[in-house]
Structure formats: structure tokens, C-alpha cells
């Protein structure tokens, strides 16, 4: 099975603050790499697919990169309003989430 | 647009069996399979299984083979989990996600409360 870890657990920042959270794959997962955000009492929100691509209505300021086993979401001007955990999941074989960075305001 | 509803919160008690829903519209039931994803209280998200919307079949995660049923109502947009034989680990937010490869759309979820 793959695992996937997610760094930082536990992430504080300012607003306008670039954020860049990771997610690390324990084998190659070929770019099948989807963010979430997932906000208190709501359901996950899907931000970005494969890697780097935005989702419908998702701001630009969200981007994503990576491949092999590593892979990065970025947030390039944090807002209020991005204050949530952010899940990432892998779908090169079966799936996997990650276990999430909550991000908060500092 | 395309919506998820699920249907609402449930206390049970162990032993016993429940039945979500969720109701799928703005798209065509049947062109995208169904996930279901479980969520315990303050802990992330771990992935139950899927089934194809076109023929039925359900598909587990190893976690979830046993007291587990994905099923459908194709004629009214709706797919089903039942949980039989419940147990105070069961309790938790379940979400149903329509699948177009990634989980694009999410119901609002069910807080299920297993309890004595």
C-alpha cells in the first residue's frame, strides 16, 4: 500500500503569507495527486487534480506542483478565508489521503 | 449544479444497522461512479470504497469488506451505505463524492453516532 505523508501537521501564517504545504508519497504515484480543503463542519472541497491542475472556481491563487513521490500546494497570498485543513490524496493505486495540515492564522 | 444530499444524522446503538443516502442531481446518475469516504470525529479522511454506477458493483478498502454495503437506486439518483451490526468505532461523518477519476463533488456528509 502507499503511504502518504503530509508536512507540516500544524501550520501558522499571516495573512498575505506565501504557504506551501507537502505531501510525500512512499513510492511514485505518477502525478495522480489531488489537494482538498476541508473547512470546520463542511465537506472536502476539491482544489486541485493531478497535480497542478485548478479545479472549477477554485482562486488562482492556489497552485500545485510535483512528481515522482513529492508534491506541493501552494497558496501564494493566504487569506482569511483558506483557514481549514488541507488533505491531499493519491490515486496512482487505489487511494490514500494524506493525514492533513490544518492551517491556521497567526 | 450538480448536488449530493445526504440524508441525516443517525444515533444508533451497537448491534444495530443504518441506512445513508445520498441523492445525486444536475448531472446523469449513471456517467460517474460513486465514493464513499469516512471521516471519525477530529481525525482525516479514510476511503471506504466505491461502486460503479452502471452496473452496481461495489468495490471495498480492506477496512470495509465485512458489515459494509454500497448499493443504488439508479432510478431515483441515489446511492446507498448501510452499515450493519454497528460498532462504537463507526462513529463518524460519512461523505459520498461523485467521481470523475478525483472526487469533484461531496455531500455535506452524515454524523453517525454509535452509542449504549
Known amino acids: 500500500d502507499i503511504q502518504m505523508t503530509q508536512s507540516p501537521s500544524f501550520l501558522s501564517a499571516s495573512v498575505g503569507e506565501r504557504v506551501t504545504l507537502s505531501c510525500r508519497a512512499s513510492q511514485n504515484i505518477n502525478k495522480y495527486l489531488d489537494w482538498y480543503q476541508q473547512k470546520l463542519g463542511e465537506a472536502p472541497k476539491l482544489l486541485i487534480y493531478?497535480?497542478?491542475n485548478l479545479h472549477t472556481g477554485i482562486p488562482s491563487r492556489f497552485s500545485g506542483s510535483g512528481s515522482g513521490t513529492d508534491y506541493t500546494l501552494t497558496i501564494s497570498s493566504l487569506q482569511p478565508e483558506d483557514v481549514a485543513t488541507y488533505f491531499c490524496?493519491?490515486?496512482?493505486?487505489?487511494?490514500?489521503f494524506g493525514a492533513g495540515t490544518k492551517l491556521e492564522l497567526k | 449544479q450538480i448536488q449530493l444530499v445526504q440524508s441525516g444524522p443517525e444515533l444508533k446503538k451497537p448491534g444495530e444497522s443504518l441506512k445513508i443516502s445520498c441523492k445525486a442531481s444536475?448531472?446523469?446518475?449513471?456517467?460517474?461512479?460513486m465514493q464513499w469516504v469516512k471521516q471519525a470525529p477530529g481525525k482525516g479522511l479514510q476511503y471506504m470504497g466505491w461502486?460503479?454506477?452502471?452496473?452496481?458493483?461495489?468495490t471495498y478498502a480492506d477496512d470495509f469488506k465485512e458489515r459494509f454495503v454500497f448499493s443504488l437506486e439508479t432510478s431515483a439518483s441515489t446511492a446507498y451505505l448501510q452499515i450493519n451490526n454497528l460498532k462504537n468505532e463507526d462513529t463518524a461523518t460519512y461523505f459520498c463524492a461523485k467521481d470523475l477519476y478525483y472526487f469533484d463533488y461531496w455531500g455535506q456528509g452524515v454524523m453517525v453516532t454509535v452509542s449504549s
Open positions: 461502486i460503479n454506477t452502471q452496473t452496481g458493483k461495489p
Open positions: 444536475g448531472y446523469t446518475f449513471t456517467d460517474y461512479a
Open positions: 490524496l493519491q490515486r496512482n493505486s487505489w487511494y490514500t
Open positions: 493531478n497535480t497542478n
